[in-house]
């Protein structure tokens, strides 16, 4: 273990000096979650370690997401590839995942953030769109601390900037992808959302079922919703779907969980004439370089990380130019131009 000051872990972990002295010097006293807290925040600290430097001005970013670990380790590793060697601060990242939850879940996730004041100089968020989250970031907005939403946006909320893929673009993308790679004009696509109260995946959902009504008008979609993009709740809602379909059957995973909604189709039976997915993560690497999915719709996370951390540092003053909003375009990857930096030996 890396020697970290008292002061710096209780930062990161959210804790008092007090407790965080007592966890790590095994005194009683400290609750199980406290011990957790200090034990992920010493992990955090050591990770980030090279971000660090001496006489540079010290932030802390809270990173607030509601995804599937997969999903969430994946922007956990872009961003913390992000925080080395930034000029002129010194940037560290405080992390509060969860994959599934209400929206008074993240309501009192970033509530905690606001009440800790200045322990926060910005927020990374990917959460739900709703009204009551938007009143969060606005209150993080009135104490000083600005929000940034990643890969999905808060409407009518007082955040400084999107960092995230173009949604629309990848929604009419996907659409053109799955008629002409299944080279069918009949049949059912089955598409899948984690949550519909993520912005993104809405926006990519309906920009797929436009493009499809005028490429395929012959091709019915149906969405398997609200599964959190978890594998067993996904693997389940998809099977139930499957049960009274009849013809060829395509899927546009939006919400992940592919490995589960493979399985789902096996069970039945069913081989898709496209199966097109979002993201690059460990799942869907291994699913596309096997032949177990045909297409992914990739945007890369180490861009959508670096705008968001640079608009945190624009709103205050420390590099030139006011937040932006930046959209990254999507890439489409198959089992034959996988980015060299994610094969075996690849570059960072």
Do not use: C, M, W
């Given at each position: 273990m890396r020697s970290h000051r008292i002061s710096d872990v209780a930062e990161q972990a959210g804790l008092s000096r007090a407790t965080v002295d007592r966890v790590l010097h095994g005194r009683a006293g400290a609750s199980p979650r406290a011990v957790r807290a200090v034990e992920q925040a010493v992990a955090e600290l050591d990770r980030q370690a090279g971000a660090l430097r001496l006489g540079a001005r010290s932030l802390v970013l809270d990173v607030v997401m509601q995804a599937p670990e997969r999903f969430s380790g994946a922007v956990r590793e872009a961003l913390e590839s992000q925080l080395t060697g930034l000029r002129p601060a010194s940037v560290r990242a405080r992390f509060h995942l969860r994959e599934s939850g209400t929206v008074e879940d993240v309501v009192a996730t970033l509530d905690g953030i606001g009440r800790r004041g200045r322990t926060s100089h910005g927020a990374l968020l990917k959460v739900p769109d709703d009204p009551r989250v938007a009143a969060a970031i606005d209150d993080l907005a009135g104490r000083g601390i600005p929000s940034v939403t990643l890969v999905t946006d808060v409407h009518g909320s007082r955040r400084i900037a999107y960092a995230g893929p173009d949604h629309e673009s990848a929604g009419r993308t996907a659409a053109h992808l799955v008629q002409r790679w299944g080279a069918t004009d009949r049949g059912t696509v089955l598409v899948t959302l984690s949550r519909a109260s993520f912005f993104g995946e809405r926006t990519r959902v309906e920009a797929f079922v436009r493009q499809l009504a005028a490429e395929a008008p012959g091709l019915e979609v149906r969405r398997v919703r609200d599964a959190d993009g978890l594998d067993?709740?996904?693997?389940?809602?998809?099977?139930?779907?499957?049960?009274?379909?009849?013809?060829?059957?395509?899927?546009?995973?939006?919400?992940?969980?592919?490995?589960?909604?493979?399985?789902?189709?096996?069970?039945?039976?069913?081989?898709?004439?496209?199966?097109?997915?979002?993201?690059?993560?460990?799942?869907?690497?291994?699913?596309?370089?096997?032949?177990?999915?045909?297409?992914?719709?990739?945007?890369?996370?180490?861009?959508?990380?670096?705008?968001?951390?640079?608009?945190?540092?624009?709103?205050?003053g420390l590099v030139p130019g006011a937040p932006l909003s930046v959209a990254s375009g999507v890439q489409v990857v198959t089992r034959h131009n996988i980015p060299a930096r994610l094969l075996p030996g690849g570059g960072t």
């Open positions: 067993a709740s996904t693997g389940a809602v998809v099977a139930g779907e499957l049960d009274d379909l009849t013809g060829p059957v395509g899927v546009y995973s939006v919400g992940g969980a592919n490995r589960a909604i493979i399985a789902a189709l096996r069970a039945k039976g069913v081989t898709p004439f496209a199966h097109v997915g979002h993201d690059l993560d460990a799942d869907n690497l291994a699913l596309l370089r096997a032949g177990e999915i045909d297409l992914v719709l990739h945007h890369d996370l180490r861009e959508d990380a670096r705008s968001a951390v640079r608009a945190v540092l624009q709103h205050h």
